[in-house]
């Protein structure tokens, strides 16, 4: 029997579901044996399906297969939950997948060609409106303008603000025992958020933990201090600055350009078959609903690497409370996608502009040696100083605990420092066994961060694993 | 250079007093910039700083350590056994942070029996979790292989001292179901009577017998049967009752186990019991899938 989603995996439908509880609640009702389920059929395109549980009127749920298969996801359930995917859909996609031998093979019923058809419409609709979004129009335009000097004036306004508090800190010492409260780094920034500038206050944020680390916080937080009063310094000449140069400086400050602004830029377009190196996931300490108690903001890199072209990407998502993020990719899958990146002196954030296939398994890709990342690394800084994090894909390395300091070394004895943060050093310890594995990862400058794992052609998703 | 701009810093510019002396001449280079310019001298060390850190990351030059890797495993093994979905890592991590403990002896049970290996990095949390179950001990010691072993000795990890002298256990065996099967039922059927004694449930929970079909069945006809008598059992006898068995059901008699419980009275508290069951249950029977690799 064909597969009705070639190539998923249980797992692939799990990562589609907004919570641990929606996807267990899948599962369980993931039987088609069970009576609750009155019809549970497909014709290849779609999928249907009518479950009758508890409730007085059954839910009818429906699913485009072709759109799902190119990671669109378009399904439709008539339960009232706010959840999407819901638990019924989410039931039906785990059927597809483990019990293909069970769904009833059929006719698209009325009901469903209507929701396509709508579907079909609004999705039409959807792209004009995004086609419409993209034109550049003279009032767009000029409405743009206002925004962003708006923008930018709070932005100075914070910055300048900023400037002298970095300087009383200075003058003080940090030595002096407020530096080493987390609410005089907290304060601060939040008053970064204030003044819309939100990549400064995660990064200020950040800062509050490092002089609880242990004895030597001095030299890192005067970096961090150093670093952000250069991007002070930076913001002050904006104007004056090229435009790739103001465009990084947009993007440390949190300032993120907008998909449809990427076309005032000569950005490039790559078509390549791009393949998950690791992925990032992890929550933004900055937004007002996370100090109101609410759920915050979380945030994905996926990092990927070109097949042909050997150029890496980025893709950076954000999604709050519980919601999904846009992009699902694990390490190790792949998409023959067009690529556009946002403008940069070193171009690495990305997205996807036009996809090609389906997501598939991908090919096993050669990382480099240390000394060729470090290179690497060198060069990109000498054209954009504002890289936080850049992908490392390092060949034959051994993880190993020195005296509680882990590292990832080469066989000739050199080493990169592994991050703090990085939780799961045990499972990377046990997955080489002492032996020379491929990691992935982002290196900022002072530690690498491992992503994901490649060992004996099998990738390792680190963000799966508890916290240890 | 460094060195003197962190004291700097960590004093406070303006308890800085007289002049700094170095023959470092990149500190100079920064000092003059610091001291000649209009600027604040904070801003100035700011600056320097800033400047430094970039200089230092653009130019990183990667430590080298000559000390010979010791301490290796064969590679070979892992080749050598068939491995089941990685997703079980995540069911594991579940039960990590805290959720569904119940159904872990019982997975790794199943992986004794069955020989099977698991993802590697899946290993230091079956350690950690075998530190926090001392019960499954025996099972982890059997199942952790070669690789575990070798991660034990070379971590020192103190909380997984309990495995360092390891003996490969027997397999172990499943034909004394029956014995124990008679010797729980006899405990829950004087629930029927009188309140469950802690000694009784703690008895229980001691018996670690398999998650069999047959015996799940037995224990929840008795249940049904309990719930049958006329003795009003409060909120603490049923959530007692359901924390004693729910570390041994199997999740074939999820329905019926889950009904019995729901029906017993509409309160809030009941219903409760009954969905906790019905989700322990279901992630029990997903786990077991992911190993079995249905």
Redesign the interface.
Known sequence: MEAFLPGWTMERVTLLAPDAASAQSGRKLANPRDDNWKAVASDGYSAWAVYHGSTKKPHTLKVDLLKLRHDDKVWDCSCKTYKSPCQHVLALLYMLVDEPEHITVAETPHWVKEWLDKEAISARKREERKKRNRTVTPEKVAQRKVQFAKRKEKISAGLTELEQWLINIIRRGLADPQVRSYEFWDSRAARMVDAQAPGVATWIHSMGSIPAKGTDWIEPLLDQLGRLFLLIESFKRYDVLPAEIQADLRAVLGWHMKRDEVVFFDTPAIKDTWIVTGRYAGTVHNSAEQTNGKRGLKTQRVWLRGLQSGRDALILDFAFGDSLFETHMLPGWAIEAEMNFYPSRYPLRAFINEKYSDVFEGEFIEGENIIENIENYAHALSENPWIQQFPFVLEDVIPVNYDNKWILREVDGTYLPIDEQFEHRWSLLALSGGHPIQVAGEWNGASFYPTGAMVNRRFVDFEVIGKL | M?GT??LI???????LSGTINTRDETLDYFLNEMQNSDD?L??R??????????R????????????P?????K?DE??QQE?Y???I??F???I??GEYAECYPEWLHYVALEEATF???????ML?LATWFPITQALTKRVMGS?GR??ID??G?RGWYWAKHIKPDRKPRLSKYRKYEGRIIVRLQQLGFRRLPLEVSYELRLMTFPWTEVFSQGIVRTIKNMFGRRDAMTYDDLARLADTVKWYIHPDVRENLVTAFSNYNQLNETQAIARNL??LL??R??MLD?FMG?
Not at chain 2, 9 to 15: E, H, L, M, Q
Not at chain 2, 119 to 125: C, I
């Open positions: 460094a701009l962190h810093a960590a004093n406070g510019t303006d308890n604040d904070a801003a060390l700011l600056r320097g700083a800033g400047l430094l850190t970039l230092e990351q653009a130019g990183y030059i990667p430590s080298n350590d000559p000390r890797m010791e301490k290796t495993i590679p892992y080749h491995h979905s990685p997703e890592v995540g594991l991590s579940k990590y942070q993802p590697y990095e899946a290993l230091p949390l950690t690789r070798w991660l070379y971590s990890h019905d989700a279901s992630f029977s997903a992911a249905e």
